[in-house]
């Protein structure tokens, strides 16, 4: 058997993302969060759950499951109304804490595809425990770190983590990443987008990257739009897993998409210019 024969899914982006989890059916979880506005989800099947806001109407949704660890769950699913907007969840039961990234589209009158992010953090509340008093929480403790993402046999990518509102992508020359993207960043002064580094514990990181200044600056005259591309990042393991939420043309038309992707990584030595090149977009 030559196993480059086997039919491959034609986004590298997902060729290495972890399975589906579906450890979840038939639990539920009241999220306390510190924004005020309480959260339960209700894991109905292994593609279906319940949610709603506390003292609100539920709603049916499809979701994705896919685990950091073994106790660490990212959860997403999409809804439309009032407007298009992503839901996640990074459940930590070790903890017991949750943190909640609500991306949605349509808030910004100028650029209507563009996307933004809220963040809220919380604990889930447990029968005969009290309620934590730790949260997840925003860190710069990645900051310096240098990592090379495999998404595929083909497509790397290397991440420069240079701020705490910032990270700078870049790739091998002749690589296919830039035969996928050196047209499009061409155009733009520098790769570096505004970023979120959330801590989860020890070693485990939520990375969210929204596209932004793509968006800003070549609005149609790219294939993707903006993107919000959610990360949790285990780098005992070295692993990541995520997902991509956004528009991209097809035919002139901006299109919804989503995607559950993954890639491996390693922390090689990678240039110091990733690190010491001057950010083109802050003043």
């Not at 990518?157 to 992508?169: E, I, K, L, Q």
């Not at 499009?184 to 979120?196: G, H, Q, S, Y």
């Amino acid at each position: 058997m030559n196993l480059k024969d086997l039919a491959r899914d034609p986004n590298p982006l997902t060729q290495f993302a972890k399975p589906p989890c579906y450890e979840l059916v038939g639990r539920s979880f009241f999220f306390v969060m510190d924004g005020g506005i309480d959260y339960e989800l209700r894991f109905t099947g292994r593609r279906t759950l319940e949610w709603n806001a506390d003292g609100e109407d539920a709603h049916t949704v499809e979701y994705d499951a896919m685990k950091a660890d073994e106790q660490t769950y990212l959860v997403t699913f999409r809804v439309e109304e009032p407007m298009l907007a992503s839901h996640s969840y990074v459940i930590d039961l070790e903890q017991r804490l949750v943190t909640r990234h609500l991306s949605t589209v349509g808030e910004n009158r100028r650029h209507p595809l563009l996307q933004t992010n809220h963040f809220d953090f919380g604990a889930i509340r447990t029968e005969g425990y009290a309620l934590p008093y730790k949260r997840h929480y925003y860190t710069d403790d990645l900051l310096g770190t240098r990592a090379e993402w495999h998404w595929s046999t083909d497509l790397v990518s290397r991440h420069a983590y240079v701020d705490t509102n910032f990270y700078r992508v870049t790739w091998e020359e002749g690589s296919a990443m830039e035969d996928s993207f050196e047209e499009e960043f061409d155009k733009i002064p520098a790769t570096d987008e505004l970023a979120t580094f959330i801590r989860i514990k020890e070693n485990m990181y939520v990375f969210v990257v929204v596209e932004e200044k793509v968006e800003r600056l070549l609005g149609d005259d790219q294939p993707f739009r903006s993107d919000s591309m959610l990360f949790i990042e285990n780098f005992d393991r070295c692993f990541h897993v995520g997902r991509a939420f956004g528009h991209m043309m097809v035919d002139g038309v901006a299109e919804p998409i989503w995607m559950i992707y993954g890639a491996f990584g390693n922390t090689l030595e990678l240039p110091d210019s990733l690190l010491t090149q001057p950010n083109r977009y802050t003043a």
